[in-house]
């Protein structure tokens, strides 16, 4: 129950949180029947109104589930979605990350098409900004009883450090790789002093620099900055049996129902796993 209890609505319930921030732009998007890929800012007069014209289908009762385009909608979300946009100020419904800002008259499937070099760091950045500030929203919450045996944890606060690479496909033309690395503060910190060029989150919780191949963060960066983390680990004395040291490397998800959300349930979910508390692939969340 790993996996289900990580995709439903339990953490969407987190009052301003990034799981809630994440969810009800996806349940707007979703009674609004819109899925661009742009991710654009919804007009909350619009939001409301579709959102009551759902409520009042049938006779109000305690509780009920609305199946739009196989999603699956409580009323209690479109109720606190519908509060949230009445307050809304200025009067815009907005995925909490950088919208696309290059010629939309020439976009395509491509990321480049849509996002500038420099919004697409931006991008990345509040992604994993986002991702670590979700991740302790979790640990802190549904998943406390864990807290003490997620490897992630022992960082806390936990920063990602990310590093942007293009890569070249002959398939599938360019694709943009995300390499990242979860640490300490006290290590992000010395990174971003040394890096004053990298593209920093609005949280100071992550930063992002560009590098120019797969091979150099596999057999520079990455070694480079898990050592940092061992070395951290001595000074601070820090004893924790499941403190582990790793990276990732993977597609960057811009098109996520909810990106950053999905980006710390899988940190969550593969920590878990190490203790047999989840098996299987972590599978995309319900879009």
Not at 29 to 38: A, D, E, G, Q
Not at 52 to 68: K, V
Not at 72 to 78: A, G, K, P, S
Request: net charge negative; hydrophobic share 40%.
């Amino acid at each position: 129950m790993t996996l289900p209890l990580l995709d439903s609505a339990s953490l969407g319930r987190l009052q301003d949180s990034v799981w809630e921030e994440e969810l009800q732009y996806d349940i707007a998007r979703t009674i609004m029947s819109n899925r661009s890929v742009l991710h654009p800012p919804l007009d909350c007069r619009d939001v409301i109104s579709a959102g009551t014209e759902l409520l009042e289908i049938e006779p109000a009762a305690d509780s009920r589930t609305f199946s739009i385009d196989g999603r699956h909608v409580e009323d209690w979300q479109i109720i606190n979605l519908i509060a949230r946009c009445e307050h809304q100020s200025p009067a815009l419904l907005e995925r909490p990350l950088p919208v696309p800002d290059a010629r939309l008259e020439t976009a395509d499937s491509w990321i480049e098409s849509i996002y500038s070099s420099h919004q697409l760091l931006r991008f990345a950045a509040e992604l994993l900004g986002n991702a670590c500030r979700a991740y302790e929203e979790a640990t802190t919450s549904l998943f406390a009883s864990f807290r003490w045996s997620l490897s992630r944890n022992a960082y806390q606060p936990v920063a990602s450090l990310g590093f942007l690479v293009r890569r070249n496909d002959v398939l599938r033309g360019h694709e943009h790789m995300l390499g990242h690395v979860e640490v300490p503060a006290e290590v992000f910190q010395r990174f971003v002093d040394k890096h004053p060029e990298a593209t920093v989150a609005s949280n100071s919780r992550a930063a992002v620099l560009v590098r120019a191949s797969q091979q150099e963060l596999i057999e520079e960066v990455f070694p480079e900055l898990t050592q940092a983390v061992s070395a951290w680990a001595l000074r601070s004395g820090q004893e924790s049996p499941f403190l582990s040291q790793g990276w990732t490397l993977e597609g960057l998800a811009i098109n996520a129902a909810r990106p950053a959300s999905q980006m710390a349930a899988k940190w969550i979910y593969s920590e878990l796993k190490n203790l047999s508390l989840a098996s299987g692939t972590f599978r995309q969340f319900s879009r």
